[in-house]
């Protein structure tokens, strides 16, 4: 357990310090090969059967992508354990890199900041593009309250995608486990659309990257009402989080809003078409605002606290 926790302590300490690497990102040399896989198999023609060519050659697509590397991280593995070196500082600091690589939470607290600074500041139109960055709906018409809705929706949802389901995989299944979820997530966002395009050959990629998140975005939406506001969190997730379109989104959302006493959700544009969405957190709570994306990002931050506290006082009491 001891060696659990000081992989997961490291990963979180590069990422504090050296936040995303902006060049030679292992996963921006995996997106630049899937693509070369994409647009081999990506070719079934539209017919009475695409549907189910598209999902078959859209599962050997991510097969063909994933398992090769997550059996490579394998070996490695067993390799710096088992093999001449046996060498547990090696060991640590392989594990440490590859949670590292897999983390996002300093650049999803940077990205917020990019957000929230010109808010602040009264420049919206610097606003609208910086919360482009990591939202799929269109801004250029956002008033301040609507981005600060899709940067604190955005926050709270990524604080489980990014940094805790990393985490909960690393722990479950050790170097592997990590690298097959951060591949599969990755997947799921390039491929994971339901526009013409990938609309069948996507669907294994959004479907695995939904079970991959089904425990640790419950986990995280746990954490969430832990350190807020625990009967709205528990309440918002039971009544609005179920009638999401994403199973995991929503419980994460519906938790983190009911924790801050936040009003988020409805609708919203995407791709020029209005979209109807639920709204999130409870009747009675505050319209979102530049406090709030503070305030979301405060709380992932904690959560990440809490999940180390946890580990290590697992490690204490089981050595």
Known sequence: MWFSFLVVLLAVALDYKFAEVSRHH?????????QCIERLLNRA?????????????????????VLPLVWISYLIEQWLVHGPLHSAVLSWLFAG???YFALGWRSLMAHAEAIARPLKAGDINAARQAVA?????????????????????????NGADAIFAAIFWFLLLGVP????????????????YKHRRYLHFGWAAARIDDVLNYLPARLAAISYALLG???????????????WKSPNAGPVMAAGAGALNLRLGGGSVYQGQWQDRPLLGPATG???????IDASCL???????????????????CG
């Open 26 to 34: 292992p996963l921006v040399y995996f997106g630049n090969a899937v």
């Open 45 to 65: 023609k539209t017919n009475s059967y695409f549907g189910f060519v598209g999902k078959l050659l859209g599962v050997i697509a991510w097969c063909l992508a």
């Open 97 to 99: 890199s590859v949670l």
């Open 133 to 157: 960055m990591i939202v799929s709906r269109d801004t250029q018409g956002l008033n301040a309250i609507q981005i600060s809705n899709a940067a604190s929706e955005s926050v709270l949802e």
């Open 177 to 192: 486990g990590v690298v097959l979820y951060r591949l599969a997530n990755t997947l799921d966002a390039m491929w994971g």
């Open 229 to 243: 506001n625990y009967h709205s969190a528990r309440a918002c997730w039971k009544s609005q989080g179920v009638n």
């Open 286 to 292: 505050e319209d979102p605002s530049v406090f709030a």
């Open 299 to 317: 709380l992932v931050t904690r959560v990440l606290a809490l999940w180390l506290a946890v580990l290590w006082v697992a490690a204490l009491l």
